[in-house]
Nanobody, 115 residues
Framework: QVQLVESGGGLVQPGGSLRLSCAAS????????LGWYRQAPGKQRELVAQ???????NYRDSVKGRFTIARDNAKNTVRLQMNNLKPEDTAVYYC?????????WGQGTQVTVSS
């Protein structure tokens, strides 16, 4: 059984930082592309950051320079370090694992950026 379990969300003031973690089980972790997506109320789910098996990364423009995605294949975890958070980053963040079109999702973790 495949499981992706996110943690690390919460409430933070603008300019603050949070680190999200996703622990995976039931997959050959090192072979999967891993991503963080987010969905704000009334909006479509969007890709935030992605890291491929070889370590290359991809970020949406609005988070470049503020967010960093990293994977630890030994621990089957992927993290998203989020710095200089803005109110528009408020959303539910989802972990995603993708291999050859086969996708798995976590349950999501809420990130709220507000003063």
């Amino acid at each position: 059984q495949v499981q992706l379990v996110e943690s690390g969300g919460g409430l933070v003031q603008p300019g603050g930082s949070l680190r999200l973690s996703c622990a995976a089980s039931g997959i050959i972790f090192s072979t999967y592309a891993l991503g963080w997506y987010r969905q704000a109320p009334g909006k479509q789910r969007e890709l935030v950051a992605q890291i491929f098996p070889g370590g290359s990364t991809n970020y949406r423009d609005s988070v470049k320079g503020r967010f960093t995605i990293a994977r630890d294949n030994a621990k089957n975890t992927v993290r998203l370090q989020m710095n200089n958070l803005k109110p528009e980053d408020t959303a539910v963040y989802y972990c995603n694992a993708n291999w050859n079109g086969r996708q798995y999702w976590g349950q999501g973790t809420q990130v709220t950026v507000s003063s």
